[in-house]
């Protein structure tokens, strides 16, 4: 599909929103169904071509995690709590990301959609490509953090790299970009560039402005750390300046941009305040530069403003078209005030972010990007295999059945109701729901097909043979 010169793959697998954290834990997986609603409500789904995305397999997600820390996650269930204390502390899964029920099926999700999406980019099969399901921008690669477990991210990047010599990442979540940072900080084929409240011992506590990277990768990395209370008008002010430095000098072949809502104003976690319409204008300036686009979620933590912006950008993607502001009568619509309206409107916050600050911020930045190679370059090599294998049967499929939300009413109000009793009946089937073959299948299915027809001429051979010796 084609919308101002624009196609648009967007990844989302219903089985989501049947995912907890736990109970009282802000990290909502219901935002994805919640956002994926209001597409579907809006019109937006028939503008865009929709994929249940391959889950990740173990394979792709050792390209960039410890196999130890991700037998683990495949293995650890709720019930094995208690005895695997040494390696939960080890592998940090506590806390802030604890471990849940299908844990692991979460994390495959998540990933799949960003490696898969990263392959349509690849492959030409789409200008844009969308997965609010990923941006777990913290994980590590033999640690979780933050409520990320499995960084779909730089497994995104990892498969971009296959085809872009240089790639571009940006973060728009409150909390600071680590873990992609880190996983890329020796190298100037990525550069990241992360925007986030910095001080006071705000989560992750890195991110600093003289964090620029390593080695080869050395003025690669870009910080810009904010302060309590942004709004619009500043933020937009500076990303736009920062972008468009970064964009001149590094010059990308493709971006992923992470989009953590937890920058808009009256998040439950954040402390900016942003709009709908701030947080959108940076997505449509990136947009705007016409480069293959990973768009991935990340952090957002009151789910119907998650739902509103990722669902306003959604819409800005396809072909830059405001929503109406009305929201659509659909299946969460309970879940809104009456009168309420997609656009947020600020608190009007105090902004502690002055103005003398932020230039000196952007100066440091510009002079450090000034001083990098304008252009890497990579050297001859062969260009490693696709993760999933894919052909031009690949179509994009509507896999369409309507999933009911009775069982996730009030899931963020009403805290005596966990989540354990989780829908696994309608267990996962790909053949039904995915455009793709399993790559591993389709190899089996190939190399039987092969033997079958080797063995069929094989044997009129020897009919031959035996019809012209009886001769
Ligand atoms: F408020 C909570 C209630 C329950 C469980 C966790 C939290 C919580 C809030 N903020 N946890 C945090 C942050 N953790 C700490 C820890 C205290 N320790 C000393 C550290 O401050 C973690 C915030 C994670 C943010 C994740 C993210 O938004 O960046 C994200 N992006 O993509 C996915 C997640
Ligand atoms: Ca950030």
Redesign the pocket.
Known sequence: MRNNGKVVSYFYDPEIVEFR??R????KPIRIGMTHSLLENYGLTQKMNIFRANRASKEDLIQFHDEGYVEFLEQITPDLEYCNNSKLNQFKIT??S?IFDGMYDFCKISAGGSIDGAMHLNHGQSDISINWSG????AKSNQA????YINDIVLGIQELLKYNNRVLYIDI???H?DGVEEAFKTTDRVMTCSFHKYGN????GTGNLTDIGELDGRKYSVNFPLDDGMNDELYFEYFKKTIDAVDKYYQPNSIVL?C?A?TLSRD??GCFDLTTKGHGKCVQHIRDKNLPLLIL?????TPKNVAKCWAYETSLLIDNSELPEELPAHEFSEYYLKDETLYLTPIGMENKNEKIVLDKTFEQIYQNLKDIVPVPSVGNRTRPQDSIAMDENDKPYKFYKKQSNKNFKNEFYDLSQDRNEKLYKNKYDPKKFSPFIDPKEKKVKKEKKAKKKKKKKGSKKNKKIKKESQK
């Open positions: 954290y736990g009282s834990h802000p990290m806390g802030d604890p941006g777990l921008h913290h953090s933050g409520f990320c979540d409150i909390h970009g011992e705000f989560f992750p992470q953590g937890d439950w976690l979620g990340g952090g957002g933590y």
